[in-house]
């Protein structure tokens, strides 16, 4: 008989829902725009089965997809799980057989060896295909129209890695899917690739090279150039998993790195350069780009572990006030003939995190920026709480030409996840269409799916697309056209 913990990541409403479904016509208040074809994919970890342990983090379940299909001005709703080796393997037992968050050591010997993979973090479509991604394991092939699982990827036998980033970007000039794997030749290693992908899911080029250290390294970002790379202490070691400790601690004695990558067809890992700078927390990236000699990476710092389930790995306590993140511009210069970072600035005091753009200026000089935001000056009541302790309460949008911000709070009782960008068309300006992302209605213990014009946020969603039953907390969701996913009329 399922039993799940009772604890903040599987009670409330982030009790795991478990449920596969296809809803036609879902209730909208407002109105969705007629043009608007295409669909919003994204994923929540809900877990299939309680935990083998008894007790886990939230960012171990295994990953359900959710599509959104826009069409002729309504939207309908389908959801199924993304049937990685470890669901199959589970459902067939009727129980978990793998243990802990990133931790072979507590699975049952049944499973040893056998890829890890929850598919959970990110829905992205490419060359027809849409990709559930966990950065743990390959990318796991989906279906974009019926959802149904193909199983995992490696390119035909190109990929020979381990693990693909939950956070490819696409070249807006190639049409390319460019990616890495951290810990590529297993867990807690060294060792990264890096991959570009043609527009028809071709693997053409893969590269190997090591990090300064072991680090959770969960987004990334490029240019025409480079590729980027943000080496941030959330680390870990043999020792910690043998004694049953979380994956990934925080250290505060490890310097930064950010590795520039030149994204040349003969490049080798003899090329990449490493820039340092002091300790820092940073994980997802809004967008990096070039000028001259010097190269712009945009990414929420704190100046302390922001994350309070990847504990300090010295034992201090969570400190919150230092783990508050403000969207940040790091600057390196090519020309340069040192190690340390040009400048560090901060872009924003809207505190912050998940970073979107209009992803056609992937790698470009940009405008707009929009990202989920912590104000702490609006009432909040936690009716089922947040399982990572942060509630996003306010969509925020930057004009990083003008300064100018706005921002639109959802309300004491609910929450938001992601926010992302769908262009009006695929010439139109940046900027010009619309932010879609969830709303966790706490007290209802449902959501709404919220459709705002992009750059006039402020004045609140323009459509409100009820959905009658609850999405979990989730990660990381993207647009796809019609077209995209072969659904066109």
């Not at 826009?70 to 978990?96: I, N, P, S």
């Not at 992205?124 to 394991?137: C, R």
């Not at 007290?443 to 979990?472: M, N, T």
Request: net charge negative; charged share 20%; proline share 8%.
């Amino acid at each position: 008989m399922a039993h799940f913990p009772d604890t903040p990541s599987f009670t409330g409403f982030n009790t795991p829902t478990r449920i596969e479904a296809d809803i036609a016509d879902l209730d909208i208040k407002g109105a969705v725009p007629p043009e608007l074809d295409g669909a919003f994919y994204r994923v929540q970890p809900d877990p299939q089965f309680p935990p083998r342990l008894g007790d886990d983090i939230a960012f171990n379940g295994d990953g359900m997809i959710t599509m959104f299909r826009f069409h002729d001005g309504q939207v309908d709703f389908r959801q199924r799980w993304a049937k990685t080796d470890k669901w199959k393997l589970e459902h067939e037992a009727g129980k978990a057989l793998f243990g802990a968050y990133r931790n072979p050591l507590t699975d049952d010997p049944a499973v040893a060896g056998l890829v890890r993979g929850t598919a959970n973090t990110t829905a992205f479509i490419h060359g027809g295909k849409l990709y559930a991604l966990k950065e743990d394991s390959p990318a796991l092939v989906m279906d974009p129209a019926t959802l149904e699982t193909d199983g995992y990827t490696w390119f035909d036998g190109a990929m020979t890695g381990q693990t693909f980033t939950a956070h490819p970007k696409i070249d807006p000039a190639t049409g390319d899917m460019i990616a890495f794997g951290y810990a590529a030749k297993g867990v807690l290693t060294r060792d990264m690739t890096y991959y570009v992908v043609s527009p028809d899911g071709q693997l053409k080029q893969e590269i190997w090279f090591e990090t300064p250290y072991y680090a959770m390294m969960h987004d990334f970002a490029i240019t025409p150039d480079y590729a980027l790379f943000h080496v941030v202490p959330s680390t870990s070691n043999w020792e910690r998993l043998e004694q049953g400790l979380p994956h990934f601690g925080f250290d505060t004695t490890l310097p930064v790195y950010l590795g520039v990558l030149p994204r040349r067809a003969d490049a080798t890992a003899a090329d990449i350069r490493w820039f340092k700078r002091d300790n820092c927390f940073a994980s997802h990236v809004m967008n990096a780009f070039q000028d001259g000699t010097k190269i712009h990476f945009d990414t929420p710092e704190a100046k302390n572990n922001m994350f309070p389930f990847f504990p300090d790995i010295h034992g201090a306590p969570f400190n919150g006030p230092e783990s508050a993140s403000f969207l940040t511009r790091w600057t390196v210069d090519m020309a340069s003939n040192g190690e340390d970072f040009a400048s560090v600035q901060r872009l924003t005091n809207m505190m912050g995190e998940f970073p979107r753009i209009d992803d056609r200026q992937t790698g470009l000089p940009y405008r707009y920026g929009w990202l989920l935001v912590i104000d702490p000056t609006k009432p909040v009541e936690l009716k089922g709480g947040s399982p990572s302790g942060m509630l996003m309460n306010t969509l925020g949008l930057i004009d990083h030409q003008t300064g100018a911000e706005q921002k639109w709070w959802c309300g004491p009782l609910s929450s938001l996840q992601e926010p992302c960008f769908i262009p009006r068309s695929p010439d139109a300006a940046e900027g010009d269409g619309w932010i879609v992302q969830v709303c966790n209605r706490l007290e209802e213990h449902r959501s709404d799916l919220l459709l705002f014009d992009a750059l006039d946020i402020a004045k609140g969603p323009i459509a409100e697309i009820r959905i009658p039953i609850r999405l979990r907390f989730g990660l990381h969701g993207n647009w796809a056209t019609a077209d995209q996913i072969g659904l066109a009329a």
